[in-house]
């Protein structure tokens, strides 16, 4: 084995441009770890939060949270995983899954069926976001109604069918053009509009909004009482919405944070348990995964892609 690898790194913050193809040091799993072999990797917003400086991270750095490939090694204490395995894995702690050899946690890997490894690289990040903002962070209960902003997206077509599986009474989507509309339909909503239509949606007990600014407040007021609204994301890059908390109590209303790279540093048992049961619902055919490969050397395209809000479902990048 080589003590180099290929990987894409942010040599200096900014836009998609600075990213670079390099030669950098293969990792080793530490006690508890295991490294892989990656065969692709999931693109995400998280790592144009790491490229435009928004998450203070050491430079160069290598960015990439989910990734799918095959066990190369094993680190001590390790049990219940086998060299060369076939596994989806979260890398979010550390990143580096823009790279031939990725290494984490080995609580933060599942091993696949027979969902192939494409597919597989877009589970770890958004499906178990899904489970656990819905079932963890809002409490979903059966015959509850839910709205998800950005419902086309990579997280929006997850959460849209887990709400739906775990028996939400309704499920709307706002998307942000109307071309997405048809797209995210398909994934479990029962009505999707135009972000800014979302006032005429009526009420709703969860809403989870990753796009913040004006759909933050346009949120909050969709809330009926006792509903919670769980913020996991600012893609729109708005100043940030104050809420006041003297709403929060004459309306009973509840607002909840969710960030997966926190909670899988804390408690990757209880992620990794998360993931787990994503895996296994995409093996099964109860949650659909669409993705388009693209080749590791286009993570420049497939950056400005998700920046420009064009994406629907997931890009993944081909590594091997």
Known sequence: MTNTMKAVTIPRFGPAEVLRLASVAVPEPGPGEVSIDVAYAGANFAEILYRQGVVDVPLPFVPGIEVSGRIRALGEGVTGLAVGEPVAALTIVASGGYAEVVTTAAELVAPLGATGLDVAAAV???STTAFLVLERVAGLKRGERVLVHAAAGGVGSQL???ARLLGAGRVAGTVGSAAKIAVARAYGYDEVVLREQAGGTGEFDVVVDMVGGPARRASLDRLAPMGRLVVMGN???????????NELWFTNKTVAGFNLAALSAVAPETVGRALRRAVAAVADGTL?????????ADAVTAHRRLESGSTTGKLVLRVR
């Open 160 to 162: 849209g069918q887990v």
């Open 124 to 126: 770890p990040s958004n």
């Open 235 to 245: 893609a729109s890059g708005a100043e940030d919405a104050g809420i006041s908390a």
């Open 288 to 296: 659909r995964v669409d993705v388009e490969p693209l080749p590791l």
